[in-house]
């Protein structure tokens, strides 16, 4: 429906339905209701916490409360079709408001009335008259200076036909757009995410150092291929002497046919963006590479020490057993929940018999003894292979959320703090030869602060002498 | 330290404040309003003097960075956007009787927020933004005009009350208040003031988030409390267009609103953070 349509003139029986359903769309009823309970529905996924995997629920509901709430999408409920049925309706809302007013406002920006006449004048404020002993055309060019003193634009000028002169002010017309800008701005926003979660994707990707990658894995848990490579040079993390982390840092570079186009550090708070995917720091981690672990004689006596390659079975010195350094481990549990720090898991394959695992403790070197036997393990040096964990963004919608935000930022600070303000005031010559002034004016809002400016500029108009 | 001195002071100061604000309503002294005004602005001042410190001495301690970052300093500057928001607006609309209804919350968050671990600790790599500023004095300037509001609204209900019980009462208690009519449009015009305030935090904290970690609206619960209050304010604006909603009706959702802030400030982080895992101070 186009705002040019006549709707609320339609009077036949027939659209009568038609204009109920735009009234209905179009009613600040409508609007405060929705908004209210936007705000009662948000409630609830702030009480219940949302998208855990099924079995957390289980923990805190009852099975019947949660195939209840399952059903009924509270677990994902800002996805949950009543959810985005209130958003929508509010969309269409809005939308019928902008229509519904656009006529309204064009109105009142179009300069109507240039003269002061009967009917005009009983909708002024602070219409006053000051009569002058002096000639009309001295008042006019000491009026002139003082009249529409904090209006910047030229009066429009009229000749009455009484010889009289009529001025016409105005100033922040275009504030009347602010309505547009404000209620547009929602949708603009909504359109910027709604074409976000069909147009983009949120992946995450782990890097090795020195390593390089082209695909990453979306949170959907598709593989998303790169139209470049992203090359992790270097990790590093910082702590504060706390063991509160203070920084952490990847060095990246983006390639493309192998060679380099930029290259840049990243850490939380400062991503890199490149042909509109963004890698953010997200997380880190290690992955061991190769240990050094000593064969000890149960008196302490160095045996021999094997260099194990994870994944790989190398010969123990001085027995005909191998090893393989097979898993890692950066907070080892210990027995009594203490954190243990980094643990290699080994597998010791003996020449009859089936393979043992056990665990050996970076941090606690005599911890392989108490498994008893005439020689135990401890690991002398631990190579670690450090990683980047990057979250991987791409959201075409986003430009338009930032925008829509900015637009309604806007809006909100011209509709409060800006009005379309007119002044009218008109020059003649009375009946018993005084110059006579009207002044009079009217503001679209705030009009206890536009009568106090204009009762200053009376003041000084009477001052005139 | 300096600042948890100057603190301590302020706390006295907002007390004191309090006493003469409520004094001032119950007696109707203008000397008593003076004293109470000159003594909420002497707590501004001592606050004042405590932030800048605690900012100072943190980059004595090698750390440096503005005082907004835990429980505690947010809690301190809360009390003092309060204070020094509500001086503001009591001197642009007149409305000392007002203060009685605002007075207690510095002086209360104060007392709370030394009830809280007040060390200075180095930030961890999230907070490390410049966006932080932008985000928390917005918000905070924003939810300082709603608890003017919420006076004035509260002070509206009381009035209307006793309008419609006794309209002409010349010289008594409730002839002391702002009437009715102009206490309504106090709390709208405050209400004017924070809610662009609060939606340029809202839009600072998504786009801050969106630099941090990637998602600009993740819909957890102190972002959804935000939109809460947002919304219920929205609702208001609207509803004052609508003529019937004005008055009473406008001061309940301006009394629900600053509820909603509190709750979105205070109660996500002490009372959902007990469910959740998240849950911090910003
Ligand atoms: C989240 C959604 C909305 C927001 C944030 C919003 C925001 C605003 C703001 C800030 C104002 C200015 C208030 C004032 O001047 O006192 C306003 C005015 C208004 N809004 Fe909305 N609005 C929303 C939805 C709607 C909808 C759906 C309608 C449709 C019925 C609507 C109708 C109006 C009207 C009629 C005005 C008065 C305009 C005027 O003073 O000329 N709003 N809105």
């Known amino acids: ?465 | 330290m300096t600042n948890s001195l100057l603190f301590g002071i302020s706390i006295f100061v907002y007390f004191f404040a309090m006493v003469l604000y409520v004094s001032y309503l119950a007696f109707r002294s203008e000397m008593l309003g003076k004293a109470a005004s000159l003594s909420m602005l002497g707590g501004v001042v001592v606050e004042t003097a405590a932030l800048g410190m605690r900012w100072y001495e943190s980059y004595q301690l090698g750390i440096g960075r503005a005082p907004l970052t835990n429980l505690y300093e947010s809690l301190a500057f809360f009390a003092w956007t309060i204070a020094l928001i509500y001086l503001v607006l009591e001197r642009k609309f007149k409305i000392r009787t007002v203060g009685a209804f605002v007075a207690p919350f510095p002086f209360l968050i104060m007392a709370y927020a030394s009830l809280n671990p007040n060390d200075i600790q180095p930030l961890v790599p999230a907070l490390k933004s410049n966006w932080l500023i932008a985000h928390v004095v917005t918000c905070f300037v924003g939810y300082a005009a709603f608890a003017v509001s919420f006076g004035v609204s509260f002070l509206y209900l009381l009035k209307a009350g006793s309008e419609k019980r006794s309209p002409k009462s010349a010289g008594s208690f409730w002839d002391f208040l702002p009437s009715s009519s102009a206490l309504d449009e106090i709390g709208y015009k405050t209400i004017a003031i924070g809610f662009p305030l609060l939606t340029i935090g809202i839009v600072t904290g998504a786009f801050w988030a969106n630099v941090a970690w990637g998602t600009y609206w993740s819909w957890d619960p102190k972002e959804t409390w935000s939109l809460i209050v947002w919304l219920i304010y929205a609702a208001y604006l609207h509803a004052r267009i609508t003529r019937g909603w004005r008055g009473k009706r406008a001061a309940i959702l301006s009394i629900a609103g600053f509820a909603a802030t509190i709750f979105c400030y205070l109660g996500v982080n002490l009372i959902l953070s007990g469910l959740h895992s998240y849950g911090g101070a910003s």
Request: proline share 4%; charged share 20%; hydrophobic share 40%.
């Open chain 1, 1 to 465: 429906m186009s705002a040019d349509e006549p709707v609320k003139t339609a009077k036949t029986d027939g659209t009568d339905w038609i204009e109920r359903i735009w009234n209905f769309f179009t009613s600040l009823k409508l609007v405060v209701f929705l908004l209210l309970m936007l705000a009662a529905l948000s409630i609830a996924g702030t009480v219940i916490e949302q998208n855990k995997p099924l079995q957390e629920y289980y923990r805190f509901y009852q099975p019947g409360t949660v195939a209840l709430f399952s059903r009924l999408g509270l677990f994902d409920m800002y996805h949950s079709w009543w959810f985005v049925a209130c958003l929508s309706l509010l969309a269409l809302n809005i939308a019928a408001c902008t229509m519904d007013r656009y006529r309204g406002i064009m109105a009142g920006m179009r300069k109507k009335n240039l003269v002061i006449d009967e009917k005009l004048s009983k909708s002024l404020q602070n219409l006053t008259t000051i009569r002058y002993a002096l000639p009309l055309d001295v008042v006019e060019k000491k009026v002139a200076a003082l009249a529409g003193k904090g209006f910047p634009g030229k009066p429009v000028v009229t000749q009455a036909e009484d010889g009289g002169r009529h001025y016409f002010f105005e100033k922040g017309k275009y504030s009347r757009l602010s309505f547009f800008v404000t209620h547009l701005s929602i949708l603009i926003i909504f359109l910027g995410a709604i074409s976000g979660s069909f147009f983009g994707y949120k992946g995450y990707v782990n890097i090795f150092e020195g390593e390089t990658v082209s695909q990453v894995e979306t949170r959907a848990g598709r593989i998303q291929y790169l139209d470049f490579q992203v090359k992790c040079n270097t990790f590093n993390a910082e702590f504060y002497p706390s063991g509160a982390p203070m920084d952490y840092r990847s060095d990246l570079s983006i390639l493309q046919n192998g060679k380099e186009v930029i290259r840049k550090t990243i850490r939380v708070n400062d991503p890199l963006t490149f042909e509109g995917v963004t890698f953010y720091q997200s997380s880190y981690g290690g992955q061991p590479d190769q240990a050094a672990i000593d064969v000890v004689n149960r008196d302490g006596a160095l045996i021999g020490t094997v260099t194990a390659p994870f994944g790989g079975k190398v010969d123990i010195p001085g027995v005909a057993d191998q090893m393989e350094a097979a898993d890692y481990q950066e907070h080892f549990p210990m027995s009594d929940g203490a954190d243990g720090g980094r643990a290699v898991g080994v597998n010791i394959y003996p020449v009859t018999g089936s393979p043992v695992g056990l665990w050996l403790l970076v941090n606690h070197p005599e911890y392989d003894k108490q498994r008893g036997g005439d020689t135990y393990f401890r690991v002398r040096d631990l190579k670690l292979k450090k990683y980047t964990g990057l979250q991987v963004n791409r959201d075409p919608g986003e430009i338009l959320v930032w925008l829509g935000s900015i637009l309604l930022i806007a809006g909100i600070m011209i509709a409060f703090f800006m009005s379309h303000k007119k002044l009218w005031i008109s020059l003649r010559t009375d009946k018993k030869g005084r110059s006579e002034l009207t002044i009079g004016g009217t503001a679209n809002k705030n009009r206890d602060a536009y009568a106090k400016e204009m009762e200053q500029m009376i003041q000084s108009l009477k001052e005139v002498s």
